[in-house]
């Protein structure tokens, strides 16, 4: 697929890796585990979406989503991560801007969160433009997506 580097990131991806190294140090973790699940949206008209998760996460026993415990919520919400808003591609130098709207993390909102993009087939690699703090550190996350092939029955 050619084009700009916008073009080409048109459509879904799904979440193939999450790793985050601390700044200073080569050693590289999952902070939602090896298999975490997740899927990233460029629409046409400038807006994405991105879902991250922990697989496994528990159900609220109750089944109620807004009567669970506060550990409920936090258990939930600390293998969880989500944000929405309009993007920006710099062609020149593969910078995504994420101009985050809504996002599970308060902090972000009204934030840009820059990406580095790079793009090799079907396959979308992401990272932090600058480090970010995470668990009390300053780390750079590496993100590698695939082009999601719509189900058959969507087709």
């Not at 939602?32 to 629409?43: R, S, V």
């Not at 087939?121 to 433009?129: E, P, Q, R």
Request: charged share 20%.
């Amino acid at each position: 697929m050619g084009g700009t580097l916008r073009a080409q990131l048109i459509g879904t991806w799904q979440l193939q890796s999450y790793t985050e190294t601390a700044v200073g140090e080569s050693h590289a973790s999952y902070p939602m585990g090896e298999d975490a699940q997740g899927t990233i949206l460029y629409a046409p008209d400038g807006y994405m979406a991105a879902q991250l998760m922990r697989r496994g996460r528990k159900p609220f026993p109750g089944g109620d989503l807004y009567q669970a415990s506060a550990d409920e919520f936090r258990d939930a919400a600390s293998a969880y991560l989500s944000y929405s808003g309009p993007y920006h591609v710099d062609e020149q130098l593969g910078l995504l801007s994420h101009c985050v709207e809504l996002s599970l993390f308060p902090n972000w909102i009204g934030q840009v969160q820059q990406r580095v993009a790079r793009l090799d087939g079907d396959i979308l690699h992401l990272s932090t433009y600058t480090p970010m703090l995470a668990r009390g550190r300053e780390v750079i996350a590496h993100l590698r997506w695939k082009r999601a092939v719509a189900p058959a029955e969507y087709a």
